[in-house]
C-alpha cells in the first residue's frame, strides 16, 4: 500500500505539522470564571491517544488483508484500492458511532486549543474555510467519505501546532464548523469534534 498511500496524500493534500502534549496545554486557557473540568487535560490527552491508536492498530490489520495494488499511477486503480480499503475499513467498524474518539471530554479539549489559537477570531477560520471548498460538502458523519470533486481545506499551520500529533495514517480537517479526523489512506472520517467552531459565530 506504499504505493496508495504517497499518491492518495498528495492527492489529498497531505497532512499538517503538529506539536505534544507541552504545547497543547500552552494553548488551552481556561475562559474567566468557567467552572475546572472534571479531568485534567494529561489525563483527556492521554485518554485520546489511546482511543486513536486502538484504531490504527485496527486499521493495519485491515490494510493487511486488502490486496495490494503493486506500481501504478492510474488514478482510476488508486481510486479504486483506496476505496478497498474504505470498504475494509467500513466493514469492522459498521458499530462506529461519533464520539467514539473524541468524547465529550476529549471534544471539550479540542474546543478549547482552537478557541486559545484563534482568540475568539472564529471569523478568520472560518474565511479560511470555505474560500478555499470548490463544492459542496455534505454534514460530517462517522464513515463517510470526504468527496472526491471537493478538496480538502488547508489547516493553519499554527492551529495544528495547538493540537495532538497524530499516526502518518490520519489528519486534521473542518468540515464546516467540525472538525474531523480523516484517514488520509482510505479517505475515510473517523470521527469529528461537533461545532468545533461555534455555531453563533457568524460569516459575513
Known sequence: MTTIRIVAAALLLGAGVN???AALDARMPEPAGSPQPAQSS?????EFNRRVHAYIELRRDIEL??????TTSDPTELRRATDRLAMAVRAERQDARQ?????????????????????????DLLGLIYEELEGPLPPAAVNARWPYTTALPTMPPDLLVALPPLPRELQYRFMHRDLVLHDIDANLIVDFVVDAIPSAVRTN
Open 42 to 46: 494529561t489525563v483527556v490527552l492521554a
Open 65 to 70: 488483508t486488502v490486496p495490494p495494488l503493486g
Open 19 to 21: 506539536a505534544g502534549p
Open 99 to 123: 464520539g467514539d474518539i473524541f468524547t465529550p471530554e476529549i471534544s471539550a479539549m479540542f474546543r478549547r486549543a482552537i478557541a486559545g489559537n484563534c482568540r475568539g477570531e472564529y471569523v
